[in-house]
Structure formats: structure tokens, C-alpha cells
């Protein structure tokens, strides 16, 4: 076991996918010489070899294209794009190429590819280094979205991710990059996507949240066991697919649910969460679902800290579900 923080995480997994997996190339803004801007790659073109950790033009279209074209001809490229709030100008490669390309070839393609990305606020980035735009791709048939909140998982998962067989968006909460410290295997291991963590056992009420959130979800648990409440504590980990079975068999047990996010509200993950908790579990909920998330609004740069949820809000939020 080694201590690791989520970028070394990252870079653990990367290199052993590369050495493993010729195929695997790794590619994006800054990614080669200098290991990209939050040194996820550092060292890997030296290992490498500049053929296979390539630095690309300041084009998320053509690296994202190209990302599709070289997993169409049986490579498995790992693409970075260098903040989530960059992925736009590539959207249409993304979700109309690459999450199509299985059903549109009936199963003679596929796109066997990674597309990395820092997501989410806490840093201090404004308008266009802040955004969670993962609504966007978890509305996109053919597409798996990841959220990562641990260096065991993040490890794990990425590279499940490089060896799935379809295109995988992995989101890695920038402010969580250094932020944790965790012991990780230095072995092989894989997480299955698709499936949540318990994080903490409880019988009061469930706290469901991914990504940056889960560390002041995790904080208001623990403030509310002082108070004699237990909350069981769920990290989703996916979000496309989601995995209904441990969320509904907790909110089942505990009658009251909360959902935690810092993406805006409207379409979020979150709504569709609660919707599924409302639709299938309504005769056995004691209040109706509440979400805690960021705001229908541009983020902000003076209001970082108002703009995501807080612990203050989670627990004001719980009150209200307990009291109801």
C-alpha cells in the first residue's frame, strides 16, 4: 500500500494502463512535457515516449475527434481536456460520435475511450474554471460518467474506465486533487462503474452526494451523530449508469433522503435521483426528498463558498426532512 492523493492516483493508474496496454496513448493541452496543468500526467512522456503521451493544439474539438477515430481503429486514447468548462467546443464529438457509434454501426464499432477532466468549483475559478456540467453527458445515451471523490477510487475506476469497451467521461474534482490523502494498492484492482459506496451506516435518514460534495456531506454526518442521528452516508461514484438498487434499499430503511450536489439544480443528477426515490418508493417515505445543490445561475466569483453546498446548508436541509 502507498499514500497517495487523488492526482497520484490518477497518474498510478495511467501508468500502469500504459504499461500494461500499448494501445493506451494519453493525449491533450500541456499533457506530455509538462504533465498537463494539475501535473496528472507528470513523468509519463519521459516513461512513454512522445508517440504515446501526445500534446495537443488548444482544440478540444479535433481532441476529442480524434480520440473517437483512434478507438474506432481499436486503440483506447485517454483524452484530457485541461477544465471540464472546456469540454463544449468537443460536445458534438463526444455525444453525437462517440457515445453513437455502437448503435449506429449495430455493434460493429465501438468507442473504447476515456475523456478526463477536472470539474467543479472550490478553487476559486469563476465562470469558466467551476462549472459540473456532468447533467450534460448523463442525459446522453451511450456515454458512462464517472465522479470521483477518493485516490482508492479514482485509481480503481479509471481504469475500469480505459478497459470498458465504450466511451467513459471521468470527472475529477479539482479541489479534492491534494485536498485527501489515502492509502491505495500498488497492485491491480478495479472498481466496478456503475456502483455506489456505502460511506457511512446509518438508520436515520440517507445522504446521497458524489464528487467534491461528498466531503462536507461526510462532515454533516458526522455533526449529526453528535446530535444522536445517524445518517447513512451514500457516494454514487457513477452517475450514468446510477446504482438505484443501494440507493433505494437504504432510503427504503431509513424513510428520508437527502441529496447533495454543486451543480445547478434544474435537470440535474440530482432530480433525477430524487425523481426515481419519489416514483418508486412513495408509500414508504416519512418527507419528501430533498436536494441541496448549487444555484440555477453563471458561477460565480466573489460568492465561491455560497455558490456550493456548504455544511450549514446539509444540515438545515436535514433538520427540515427530520422535523417534517
Given at each position: 500500500m502507498a499514500t497517495m492523493t487523488l492526482i497520484q492516483a490518477i497518474n498510478k493508474a495511467l501508468d500502469e494502463e500504459m504499461a500494461r496496454d500499448d494501445r493506451v496513448v494519453v493525449f491533450g493541452e500541456?499533457?506530455?512535457?509538462?504533465?498537463?496543468?494539475?501535473?496528472?500526467?507528470?513523468?509519463l512522456q519521459q516513461k512513454y515516449g512522445p508517440e504515446r503521451v501526445i500534446d495537443t493544439p488548444l482544440s478540444e474539438a479535433a481532441i476529442i475527434g480524434a480520440a473517437v477515430g483512434m478507438a474506432a481503429h481499436g486503440m483506447r486514447p485517454v483524452?484530457?481536456?485541461?477544465?471540464?468548462?472546456?469540454?463544449?467546443?468537443?460536445?458534438?464529438?463526444?455525444?453525437?460520435?462517440?457515445?453513437?457509434?455502437?448503435?449506429?454501426?449495430?455493434?460493429?464499432?465501438?468507442?473504447?475511450?476515456?475523456?478526463?477532466?477536472?470539474?467543479?468549483?472550490?478553487?476559486?475559478?469563476?465562470?469558466?474554471?467551476?462549472?459540473s456540467p456532468e447533467?450534460?453527458?448523463?442525459?446522453?445515451?451511450?456515454?458512462?460518467?464517472?465522479?470521483?471523490?477518493?485516490?482508492?477510487?479514482?485509481?480503481?475506476?479509471?481504469?475500469?474506465?480505459?478497459?470498458?469497451?465504450?466511451?467513459?467521461?471521468?470527472?475529477?474534482?479539482?479541489?479534492?486533487?491534494?485536498?485527501?490523502?489515502?492509502?491505495?494498492?500498488?497492485?491491480?484492482?478495479?472498481?466496478?462503474?456503475?456502483?455506489?459506496a456505502i460511506r457511512r451506516e446509518g438508520r436515520d435518514i440517507t445522504l446521497i452526494s458524489y464528487g467534491g460534495s461528498m466531503v462536507e456531506t461526510l462532515k454533516a454526518a458526522e455533526e449529526m451523530a453528535t446530535a444522536g442521528i445517524q445518517a447513512e452516508v451514500i457516494d454514487l461514484?457513477?452517475?450514468?449508469?446510477?446504482?438505484?438498487?443501494?440507493?433505494?434499499?437504504?432510503?427504503?430503511?431509513?424513510?428520508?433522503?437527502?441529496?447533495?450536489?454543486?451543480?445547478?439544480?434544474?435537470?440535474?443528477?440530482?432530480?433525477?435521483v430524487t425523481a426515481t426515490i419519489s416514483e418508486e418508493l412513495f408509500d414508504q417515505l416519512l418527507a419528501p426528498p430533498?436536494?441541496?445543490?448549487?444555484?440555477?445561475?453563471?458561477?460565480?466569483?466573489?460568492?465561491?463558498?455560497?455558490?456550493?453546498?456548504?455544511?450549514?446548508?446539509?444540515?438545515n436541509a436535514a433538520k427540515r426532512v427530520l422535523d417534517y
Open positions: 500541456d499533457v506530455g512535457k509538462r504533465g498537463g496543468v494539475f501535473l496528472a500526467t507528470e513523468g483524452a484530457e481536456i485541461q477544465f471540464a468548462d472546456y469540454v463544449f467546443p468537443g460536445f458534438d464529438q463526444l455525444v453525437s460520435q462517440a457515445a453513437k457509434l455502437r448503435y449506429r454501426s449495430g455493434g460493429q464499432f465501438t468507442a473504447p475511450m476515456v475523456v478526463r477532466m477536472p470539474t467543479g468549483g472550490g478553487v476559486k475559478g469563476g465562470h469558466h474554471h467551476s462549472q447533467a450534460h453527458f448523463a442525459h446522453t445515451g451511450g456515454l458512462k460518467v464517472v465522479v470521483v471523490s477518493t485516490p482508492y477510487d479514482t485509481k480503481g475506476l479509471l481504469k475500469s474506465a480505459v478497459r470498458d469497451d465504450d466511451p467513459v467521461v471521468f470527472m475529477e474534482p479539482k479541489r479534492l486533487y491534494r485536498a485527501i490523502k489515502e492509502e491505495v494498492p500498488e497492485d491491480d484492482y478495479l472498481i466496478p462503474i456503475g456502483k455506489a461514484r457513477s452517475v450514468l449508469p446510477w446504482d438505484k438498487d443501494t440507493v433505494l434499499n437504504s432510503v427504503a430503511r431509513t424513510g428520508r433522503v437527502l441529496m447533495i450536489s454543486e451543480a445547478p439544480r434544474m435537470a440535474s443528477v440530482a432530480s433525477e430533498v436536494r441541496v445543490s448549487g444555484f440555477d445561475t453563471p458561477y460565480p466569483y466573489a460568492q465561491d463558498k455560497l455558490y456550493m453546498p456548504t455544511v450549514t446548508r446539509i444540515l
